[in-house]
């Protein structure tokens, strides 16, 4: 199906999606993983009435080597890989259309937690681009430069985001009027009426639209550097409360 003419499913995106639907661009290493959920039930049926749009876009066709790498080891050390700043901006850059209302979502689980009552405001935005990082996540000049806003599904750790983004994707797909079968049952469902977060990443290059990698993680002081991301960690968890 990937790469085919399969108006429900496109696979690349440059078709325009018809007036009064939303349109969701996902940046993935995984395209694969979305075409079941989207072809059956609730997803595929918006699909075909032509009230959801879903675009899947595989991250790897922005990466410049050779060999189509898309991740990098920690500055600072530490286990796991980073996926790399230059193909993410791109890709966020290259399927972002400026004549449509948009906004640009990163999956993660430092992000605002998904709540009910929020939901219907993405409704506003004509285009949805959702960004499923993959190992131990995304540089944090990515989010910096290009998000504008950090979602999180729970309080726990999913191998990548493509998960959470079906998630983001059926819970507003719910609300596009028509939609559901019975409306009356959107007002009174859950949630209608009604500790640890991770410092920051960052992977070579050292400048990246000059936004500069902390120099604490160049120092090469480990203790240095443990403090500087404890001190993040409490910040960003104070700035969620
Ligand atoms: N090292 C990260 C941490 O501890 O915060 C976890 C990285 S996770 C293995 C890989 C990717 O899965 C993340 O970049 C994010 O896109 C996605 N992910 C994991 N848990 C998630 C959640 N609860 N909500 C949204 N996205 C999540």
Redesign the pocket.
């Known amino acids: 199906m990937r790469g085919g003419p399969d108006p429900a499913l496109p696979v690349g995106g440059a078709t325009r999606a018809p007036r009064k639907t939303v349109r969701f661009d996902v940046l993935t290493l995984f395209p694969d993983f979305f075409l079941s959920p989207l072809k059956i039930s609730l997803l595929g049926k918006a699909i075909e009435a032509g009230k959801l749009s879903v675009f899947l876009h595989d991250i790897r066709q922005w990466a410049t080597d050779k060999h189509r790498t898309i991740d990098d080891l920690p500055y600072g050390g530490g286990p796991g890989m980073v996926m790399k700043p230059e193909p993410l901006v791109a890709a966020l850059e290259a399927v972002r259309d400026s004549s449509l209302k948009g906004r640009r979502i990163?999956?993660?689980?430092?992000?605002r937690h998904l709540r009910q009552q929020d939901l219907k405001g993405y409704l506003n935005w004509e285009q949805i681009v959702l960004l499923?990082?993959?190992?131990?996540?995304?540089d944090q000049r990515v989010i910096d430069h290009s998000i504008d806003e950090e979602?999180?599904?729970?309080d726990?750790?999913?191998?990548?985001?493509e998960a959470?983004a079906l998630v983001f994707i059926e819970a507003v797909t719910r609300l596009i009027p028509g939609v559901l079968g019975n409306e009356g049952s959107l007002e009174e469902e859950s949630f209608t009426t009604g500790s640890l977060i991770?410092y920051p990443h960052y992977t070579r290059p050292e400048e990246f639209r000059g936004l500069r990698v902390p120099e604490v993680l160049l120092s090469g002081d480990h203790q240095k550097i443990r403090e500087w991301r404890r001190l993040e960690s409490d910040r960003l968890l104070k700035s969620r409360k």
Request: a neutral charge; proline letters at 4%; one cysteine or more.
């Open positions: 990163y999956l993660s689980p430092k992000g499923c990082g993959r190992y131990e996540g995304i979602v999180s599904v729970g726990y750790v999913l191998a990548g985001g959470a991770e």
